[in-house]
């Protein structure tokens, strides 16, 4: 939890606070999985299944040190996830279960 | 309530611990509307799948940096703008 301007923010609100390191503005190649989800993001927002709110808010809710070591497109999975288990439409570990099968 | 553009406006120093999409930098900081945007779904109910009307009015609210930064080393005229929501703003004297 981070405070500016005596607000609590939670851990994606992170404007202006104090940072030693340089922005790494590298670009990469996206990988297949990576355009893959945000294919797929697209897709349930297409299909009136979850929208981009949704999509933020289950990104805002990871745990702070999950959120800082996911990148763009893991954030992105951890939402869909999150908010697609909310729905009911996945079972908790659904997922996980089939990765390792 | 409905702001002009040119008119000195507060945002909310509110605490909302669900998704919002005014950044802790703005809240409690004074500035101008510069532009009054249209009317939008609003996000904090959208975000917990509602369809997120009424729709709220969106403003776009120019900031000096040296009222969001205390030790901004910039020059003087340096601005910052943001989107804002109408619920998230106040007047400001």
């Known amino acids: 939890m981070t405070t500016i301007g005596g607000v609590d923010g939670a851990v994606h609100d992170r404007g202006g606070l104090p940072d030693a390191s340089p922005i790494d503005r590298s670009e990469h190649e996206l990988a297949d999985w ?14 009136g299944v ?9 990104i805002e809710g990871m745990p702070p040190d999950e959120y800082e ?11 869909a996830e999150t908010i697609l288990t ?8 659904e997922l996980d279960a089939r990765v390792a099968s | 309530m409905s702001f002009e553009p040119g008119q000195r406006v507060r945002v909310a120093a509110r605490t ?3 998704h919002h999409r005014t950044p802790g930098y703005v809240k409690g900081r004074t500035g101008r509307v510069e532009r009054v945007h ?3 779904a609003n996000p904090e109910t ?4 509602a369809d997120g009307q009424p729709a709220q009015r969106l403003y776009l609210v120019g900031f000096d940096q040296g009222e969001l930064w205390p030790r901004y ?6 601005r910052l703008l943001v989107d804002v929501f109408e619920h998230w703003l106040e007047e400001a004297e």
Do not use: I
Request: no cysteine; aromatic share 10%.
């Open chain 1, 69 to 79: 070591r996911a990148s763009y497109y893991e954030r992105w999975l951890y939402s």
């Open chain 2, 46 to 49: 959208r975000a917990y799948g």
């Open chain 1, 50 to 58: 979850m929208n981009v709110d949704e999509l933020r808010r289950g």
């Open chain 1, 86 to 93: 909310e729905k009911g439409l996945l079972r908790p570990g």
């Open chain 1, 34 to 47: 990576e355009l893959l989800t945000d294919g797929l993001v697209g897709a349930l927002g297409g299909a």
């Open chain 2, 16 to 18: 909302h611990p669900g």
């Open chain 2, 73 to 78: 080393q910039g020059a003087a005229r340096d």
């Open chain 2, 38 to 40: 249209a009317q939008f």
